[in-house]
């Protein structure tokens, strides 16, 4: 199985920073790497796929960058509505589909 | 636009098979790959399987021995059984649809349901 390790675990920032959250896959993805937003009691919501690029409706203070094994998730000015878990989840061809321990973003 | 909703029941028995239900609204099951993912209480997300609306499927092989997903095109809906749960099995359980590339199915998930929670519990 493909392990997904992303870092920090949690971070905290205020309204309007600048905060990178990365993910590193145990091999190489190529850019077949997903990312998700849930706030409390939701369903995760996809923000990012393949690695860079937005989804329809995603604000673009969100980014992604990255191929390989090693990817990062960018938001610039931090909004309210921002704060929450995201999850990274390599999307290879071959299962299981694994997800990053999450990343809590928490206000300052 | 397509909705998912997971329905079945929020408390099962040690040593029983858990049995729920995810129903597609507003568009056919036909032509995508649906899975389950979970999530225990304060945790992260775990895969479990999908299914192709041709009946094929594959299962995490951590729980491979448990699983059962099946579908019914003539309800546009598609089931997920776990037998023999223990309370590590307690997690919300969430319905989802794989993404698409014109008809080629995409290993991400951007579709799903709102979650139900089953506890495993005497």
């Known amino acids: 199985d493909i392990q997904m390790t992303q870092s920090p675990s949690s971070v905290s920032a205020s309204v309007g920073d600048r905060v990178t959250i990365t993910c590193r896959a145990s091999?190489?993805?190529?850019?077949?790497l997903a990312w998700y937003q849930q706030k409390p009691g939701k369903a995760p919501k996809l923000l990012i796929y393949?690695?860079?690029s937005l989804q329809s409706g995603v604000p673009s203070r969100f980014s992604g960058s990255g191929s390989g094994a090693d990817f990062t998730l960018t938001i610039s000015n931090l909004q309210p509505e921002d704060f929450a878990t995201y999850y990274c989840?390599?999307?290879?061809?071959?299962?299981?589909?694994?997800f990053g321990q999450g990343t809590k973003l928490e206000i300052k | 636009q397509v909705q998912l909703q997971e329905s079945g029941p929020g408390l099962v028995k040690p040593s029983e098979t858990l049995s729920l239900t995810c129903t597609v609204s507003?568009?056919?099951?036909?032509?995508?790959?649906w899975s389950w993912i979970r999530q225990p209480p304060g945790k992260g997300l775990e895969w479990i399987g999908y299914?192709?609306?041709?009946?094929?499927?594959n299962y995490n092989p951590s729980l491979k021995s448990r699983v059962t997903i099946s579908l019914d095109t003539s309800k546009n809906q598609f089931s997920l059984k776990l037998s023999s749960v223990t309370a590590a099995d307690t997690a919300v359980f969430y319905c989802?649809?794989?993404?698409?590339?014109?008809?080629?199915?995409?290993?991400?998930?951007?579709?799903w349901g709102r979650g139900t929670l089953v506890t495993v519990s005497s």
């Open positions: 989802a649809r794989h993404g698409r590339s014109g008809w080629e199915p995409r290993w991400y998930f951007d579709l």
């Open positions: 507003g568009g056919s099951i036909s032509t995508y790959y």
């Open positions: 299914i192709y609306y041709s009946g094929s499927t």
């Open positions: 091999q190489g993805i190529g850019s077949w």
């Open positions: 393949p690695a860079s």
């Open positions: 989840q390599q999307a290879n061809s071959f299962p299981p589909y694994t």
